[in-house]
Nanobody, 120 residues
Framework: QVQLVESGGGLVEAGGSLRLSCAASGRTFSSYAMGWFRQAPGKEREFVVAFRWSGGSTYYADSVKGRFTISRDNGKNTEYLQMNSLKPEDTAVYYC?????????????WGQGTQVTVSS
């Protein structure tokens, strides 16, 4: 069992930056591919970014390429999402997700979400 807890959301002006964190419980964090999804009001949850494995190569949604960066610290059981050049359309609840072994887009575990609001 893995529990995920996000933090770092908030209100920021367009063009600003935020860094989200996702702390994971359990001693097998390094065995999981980690990623982020988001859900804007009235829209379906959408993929943002993920590691293919427990590190290394990554997948990014076109809408965030060049602006968002995923990273992880296996020693701290924590994943990060650095978000730069934020736009109002980035406003959403952001969810951390974990999938065993490698990423297929169907996470085994989800965090509770953290709100990001970008004002214009």
């Amino acid at each position: 069992q893995v529990q995920l807890v996000e933090s770092g959301g908030g209100l920021v002006e367009a063009g600003g930056s935020l860094r989200l964190s996702c702390a994971a419980s359990g001693r097998t964090f390094s065995s999981y591919a980690m990623g982020w999804f988001r859900q804007a009001p009235g829209k379906e949850r959408e993929f943002v970014v993920a590691f293919r494995w427990s590190g290394g190569s990554t997948y990014y949604a076109d809408s965030v390429k060049g602006r968002f960066t995923i990273s992880r610290d296996n020693g701290k059981n924590t994943e990060y999402l650095q978000m730069n050049s934020l736009k109002p359309e980035d406003t959403a609840v952001y969810y951390c997700a974990a999938e065993r072994d490698y990423w297929t887009g169907t996470p085994d575990y989800w965090g509770q979400g953290t709100q990001v609001t970008v004002s214009s």
